[in-house]
């Protein structure tokens, strides 16, 4: 406080005097003395994102299992140990890009995080591994009952709606019978969720899964489900040529 005083005495004393100033000079004061944003001992935050982010491209070109497998606990240990949101999701997004057995278990954990976001690429990063050809995490059994859980339980609505497309699949994750029945019920709950976006990605879901074409007229998703269950006697009626013809009202008609 006592310098930024006499700085500004000065500047004043100069400026009423009519003095030329040195610019070298007020430089040097310690009203415009340069601050630096480093803390000693502790890497700038783009410095750390940069070292994350080039851990994880190294281990997605390693050839080797154990590289791989180091650079996913030093990723892992990124995420638990830093207090940083923006760290952990990078830590997260790395660690998605190294193909390693131990890849599922530590994204499981992530899915428990208090971040939207952080959880958000976990579950994607689950789904892209899964849909990988020949990964070590090929099984796809042991993650249908992973999204379902997300769907039906997370509070963020994002995530619920990721769930839902990855459930529907993109033709790369092959679903048996079993388990196209079960995501039938799991979609068919969804139907009442109280936001309007999930409960139409859910139609789009059961669209893509049954085959079944009843449009967006939820009321007709929701009979087919009770049929399934067998607490409807009728399927309802799939869609007609006139009803898949987009209406266009002409002003002339109206």
């Not at 700038?44 to 940069?50: D, T």
């Amino acid at each position: 406080m006592k310098n930024l005083l006499y700085s500004l005495f000065f500047l004043s004393f100069f400026f009423f005097a009519g003095c030329a100033v040195d610019n070298e000079y007020i430089a040097k004061l310690p009203l415009f003395e340069a601050k630096s944003d480093t803390i000693p001992g502790l890497d700038p935050p783009h410095q750390r994102k940069k070292m994350i982010r080039e851990k994880g491209e190294k281990g997605a070109k390693s050839a080797y299992t154990a590289s791989r497998e180091i650079l996913s606990a030093q990723l892992m240990l990124e995420y638990q140990t830093s207090p940083d949101p923006n760290m952990r999701r990078e830590a997260v997004d790395a660690l998605a890009k190294i193909p390693c057995p131990q890849r599922r278990q530590y994204l499981m954990e992530v899915l428990q995080d208090e971040d939207a976001l952080i959880r958000l690429s976990a579950l994607e990063a689950l789904g892209k591994a899964a849909s990988q050809t020949n990964s070590e995490e090929r099984d796809t059994s042991g993650l249908t009952p992973i999204l379902i859980d997300r769907m039906k339980h997370d509070t963020d609505k994002d995530i619920r709606l990721a769930a839902i497309r990855l459930l529907a699949g993109t033709g790369k994750i092959k679903k048996t019978d079993a388990a196209d029945s079960v995501l039938v019920d799991a979609l068919g709950e969804m139907l009442h969720d109280k936001v309007p976006a999930v409960r139409y990605a859910s139609m789009l879901a059961l669209h893509k899964i049954t085959g079944k074409d009843y449009g967006t007229d939820i009321n007709r998703w929701q009979q087919y489900v009770r049929y399934i269950h067998g607490e409807d006697a009728a399927l309802p009626q799939e869609r007609t040529l006139a009803e898949k013809i987009p209406r266009v009202d002409l002003p002339m008609f109206k």
